[in-house]
């Protein structure tokens, strides 16, 4: 008589779940694990913020959307942005009081699972690779030479350009900590700045120094250093005289 009853209930719930009575998991168990990663970046004036999640799996590249909101608070900061074609949806948002904790939260399709991000509240660390400075005479004028400082920078978190990070490029460091705090080095040499770039959807960051011609021995000699000044006592990295032309 158990067995006869346990039949029959399994036979009702399948009834009931053909006819859409029981709630039917959004996704399916086998669905492909996504991780979301989300970025912060300011705007140059200060003005806005942009957010821009990348969403990863091991199989693939995710379809879906992402929703972007701020902890705690059920208003989202705009309508659901599609993934595009490399896994990554952007959102310009205005600028919070304090430390305003971003989330992007990601509805996978076509059989990939869901998954949210936070944004590091005070930054995040990046990943520089120096590609070299070119020097060249002029212009406008031959008594000056012209310097174009390059390095790749990309997140440490999922390895996707640092798009929008600030990159300051300073000379006379001592050591590879180009901007760190004096009392840790006895012979430390306060840095000179020499110019700031910001990081490009490619994930290169470039920006020129001048000198007088009359100092090129003294430019050549000088160790120039790429810094991410949110970590820079250890996020630097020295930058090599790639070419003259």
């Avoid at 998991?25 to 140059?44: C, E, F, G, I, M």
């Avoid at 929703?67 to 993934?83: E, K, Q, R, S, W």
Wanted: aromatic share 6%; charged share 10%; glycine share 10%.
């Amino acid at each position: 008589m158990h067995h006869a009853r346990s039949w029959i209930l399994a036979g009702l719930l399948t009834l009931i779940g053909g006819l859409g009575l029981v709630a039917v998991p959004a996704q399916a168990d086998d669905a492909t694990p996504t991780t979301t990663y989300l970025h912060q970046t300011y705007s140059p004036d200060g003005t806005t913020t942009q957010l821009r999640a990348v969403v990863r799996s091991a199989h693939g590249t995710p379809t879906g959307s992402v929703l972007f909101v701020i902890a705690g608070d059920p208003t989202p900061l705009g309508p659901p942005v599609t993934l595009d074609a490399t896994g990554t949806a952007r959102l310009d948002a205005p600028i919070g009081p304090g430390a305003t904790p971003y989330q992007a939260v990601f509805t996978g399709t076509s059989g990939y699972a869901d998954s949210s991000g936070d944004a590091p509240i005070f930054g995040e660390s990046v990943v520089m690779k120096p590609i070299g400075s070119i020097l060249a005479l002029g212009p406008p004028t031959l008594l000056k030479v012209t310097l174009t400082y390059a390095v790749r920078a990309t997140y440490a978190s999922d390895g996707s350009p640092a798009t929008g990070e600030e990159i300051d490029v300073t000379s006379r460091n001592v050591e590879a900590p180009a901007s760190g705090h004096p009392q840790m080095s006895p012979g430390y040499v306060f840095p000179v700045d020499v110019c700031t770039a910001f990081v490009d959807e490619s994930g290169l960051a470039t920006c020129k120094g001048t000198a007088l011609l009359s100092t090129i021995v003294t430019v050549l000699t000088t160790p120039v250093w790429a810094n991410h000044p949110l970590f820079p006592l250890v996020e630097s990295t020295k930058v090599p005289i790639l070419t003259v032309g």
